[in-house]
């Protein structure tokens, strides 16, 4: 099994950027597609991209392309995301998730964080 467990969210002005870190742990993962998703009160959860951990393919969803960018370090099982000139629609829980398949539905993905607070203020 794959465990999750982000870190790194806070407040930040509208503008500013913020990184979020997933220490990834577990067996297998190697050949797993580290995702990010987000939710906000009164939403269901939305896809902002992932990353295939073997190759480093990467691929976002329309609302955050070019302004987010989703790494992995191989050496230290950790995946990043760096949110530059974020806006307050970025508020958020944001989550790490793991699946074997390159999918943005949530319903594909079999290990998940805790998820950690984000909140852009305007």
């Known amino acids: 099994q794959v465990h999750l467990v982000e870190t790194g969210g806070g407040v930040v002005q509208a503008g500013e950027s913020l990184t979020l870190s997933c220490e990834v742990s577990g067996r297998g993962f190697e050949r797993y597609y580290m995702g990010w998703f987000r939710q906000s009160p009164g939403k269901e959860r939305e896809f902002v991209g992932f990353i295939s951990w073997s190759a480093g393919y990467t691929h976002y969803s329309d609302s955050v392309q070019g302004r987010f960018t989703i790494s992995r370090d191989r050496a230290k099982n950790m995946v990043h995301v760096l949110m530059s000139n974020l806006k307050p629609e970025d508020t958020a829980v944001y989550y790490c998730?793991?699946?074997?398949?390159?999918?943005?539905?949530?319903?594909?993905?079999?290990?998940w964080g805790p998820g950690t607070q984000v909140t852009v203020s305007s």
């Open positions: 998730a793991a699946s074997t398949r390159s999918s943005p539905r949530s319903d594909y993905y079999d290990a």
